[in-house]
């Protein structure tokens, strides 16, 4: 009880001073939870600590410091800080691609819309640095007869500060009217081609964000 009113004591003390002073912020949550960890800290010592050596002491409890500084480190970062953590990204069924690089694309553009086969691109938003063959990109191209046409949808979960946490990203196959569809309800997203010798497309994979 006297380790309880000290530990009380003295979290009371600075939040008062952080009440009058107007530095940081008080919290009843805070006095609380501080008094709790200065009890589970007088616990430890009592009954963990108090028997050994004054080297075993020191180890053990440099251990049970970096363990809880640790965790309460990280739980601060996710709370106050989470874009200083790097955000998950995850993969699903990137089979599709079926042994094809998903991001040794020719070029990305807007797409406008697909219809009778052929792919519309809005001028003037063709990136095509990646551009393996020697023809100048153009604002539509041909499906290819073997054409795979994908759908990548980006899925992000955010953090209680509104930061992304985990990017999911998933990819699904779809035949050309599905995919033509998807774009005319997504008005004008961004599509990734791979054009092959022939100047026509042999992959399309078109972007849908999720949860924005």
């Given at each position: 009880m006297v380790a309880a009113a000290i530990c009380l004591f003295v979290?009371?003390?600075?939040?008062?001073?952080?009440?009058?002073?107007?530095?940081?912020?008080?919290?009843?949550?805070?006095?609380?939870?501080?008094?709790?960890?200065?009890?589970?800290?007088?616990?430890?010592?009592?009954?963990?600590?108090?028997?050994?050596?004054?080297?075993?002491?020191?180890?053990?409890?440099?251990?049970?410091?970096?363990?809880?500084?640790?965790?309460?480190?990280?739980?601060?970062?996710?709370?106050?800080?989470?874009?200083?953590?790097?955000?998950?990204?995850?993969?699903?069924?990137?089979?599709?691609?079926?042994?094809?690089?998903?991001?040794?694309?020719?070029?990305?553009?807007?797409?406008?819309?697909?219809?009778?086969?052929?792919?519309?691109?809005?001028?003037g938003s063709i990136n095509a640095e990646q551009m393996k063959s020697q023809q100048d990109p153009k604002e539509q191209y041909t499906l290819s007869d073997d054409a795979v046409l994908i759908i990548k949808r980006m899925a992000y979960q955010y953090s209680p500060n509104g930061n992304i946490q985990k990017t999911t990203v998933s990819y699904t196959s779809v035949d050309e009217k599905s995919a033509m569809e998807i774009v005319k309800v997504e008005e004008n997203g961004f599509v990734d081609l791979w054009i092959n010798d022939d100047n026509e497309c042999e992959m399309f994979v078109f972007t849908v964000y999720e949860g924005k």
């Open positions: 979290s009371l003390s600075f939040e008062l001073i952080q009440l009058i002073t107007g530095w940081g912020a008080t919290d009843i949550d805070d006095l609380i939870l501080n008094t709790i960890g200065g009890v589970i800290g007088v616990f430890i010592y009592t009954f963990l600590l108090k028997g050994l050596d004054k080297k075993a002491q020191i180890s053990l409890a440099t251990l049970l410091f970096l363990v809880v500084f640790g965790i309460c480190g990280k739980m601060s970062l996710y709370l106050y800080a989470p874009n200083i953590l790097p955000a998950e990204v995850v993969y699903e069924n990137e089979a599709v691609f079926k042994g094809g690089e998903k991001d040794s694309y020719d070029l990305s553009a807007l797409c406008v819309g697909i219809r009778d086969g052929v792919i519309y691109l809005e001028e």
